[in-house]
């Protein structure tokens, strides 16, 4: 298919000037990432239009028209099916009797709620010591007096 294209610009480039094979290489390079339907259809679209040899440039702005209407089309049949998916889940749960839509999400995070406040509160680490707490450390410093960071055991003859 690329062929037959560089077939029709050699055709067409003709006229104006002779067509090299490092232009026949460039035009391949240019145009190997699109899909040769899409190619065909860009030349044609390009023939209608004007009588003169196109830059790979004007080709190329052709080309990416035909896949942006390609990707709108796409995006638009996905957007349908999934409306359409939203539509059927909708009917099923109304015909269940189950909440749907805003109710829905209401009883989900009303149900999440629930569930929260059964979980035990997390320690505050802001809180103040109570006075037991605090004689419950120093009397572990004492017992153990590497246990606390910054103190280290004081051996006799220093303090000597």
Same mark, same amino acid.
């Given at each position: 298919? @690329?062929?037959?294209?560089? =077939?029709?610009?050699?055709?067409?480039?003709? *006229?104006?000037? *002779?067509?090299?094979?490092?232009?026949? *290489?460039?035009?391949?390079?240019?145009?190997?990432?699109? $899909?040769?339907? =899409? /190619?065909?259809?860009?030349?044609?679209?390009?023939?209608?239009?004007?009588?003169?040899? $196109?830059? %790979?440039?004007?080709? /190329?702005?052709?080309?990416?028209? /035909?896949?942006?209407?390609? !990707?709108?089309?796409?995006?638009?049949?996905? @957007?349908?099916?999934?409306?359409?998916?939203? !539509?059927?889940?909708?009917?099923?749960?109304? @015909?269940?009797?189950? $909440?749907?839509?805003?109710?829905?999400? #209401?009883?989900?995070?009303?149900?999440?709620?629930? !569930?929260?406040?059964?979980?035990? %509160?997390?320690?505050?680490?802001?809180?103040?010591?109570?006075?037991?707490?605090?004689?419950? !450390?120093?009397?572990?410093?004492?017992?153990?007096?590497? @246990? #606390?960071?910054? *103190?280290?055991?004081?051996?006799?003859?220093?303090?000597?």
């Amino acid at each position: 298919m @690329t062929a037959n294209m560089l =077939h029709l610009v050699r055709e067409m480039s003709l *006229d104006s000037e *002779d067509f090299s094979q490092r232009q026949s *290489d460039y035009w391949i390079w240019v145009m190997q990432g699109y $899909p040769p339907c =899409h /190619i065909e259809t860009a030349f044609h679209r390009w023939m209608k239009k004007s009588k003169f040899m $196109p830059k %790979p440039a004007e080709v /190329i702005e052709i080309l990416e028209e /035909i896949l942006q209407a390609e !990707r709108q089309v796409a995006a638009e049949q996905k @957007t349908s099916l999934y409306l359409s998916e939203v !539509r059927e889940t909708r009917e099923q749960l109304a @015909t269940a009797g189950l $909440p749907y839509g805003q109710a829905q999400v #209401h009883s989900i995070l009303k149900q999440a709620v629930a !569930r929260i406040k059964t979980f035990p %509160p997390f320690p505050n680490p802001n809180r103040a010591l109570t006075v037991k707490e605090r004689l419950a !450390r120093e009397l572990q410093r004492k017992k153990n007096p590497r @246990t #606390h960071l910054g *103190d280290e055991p004081r051996s006799m003859e220093a303090s000597a």
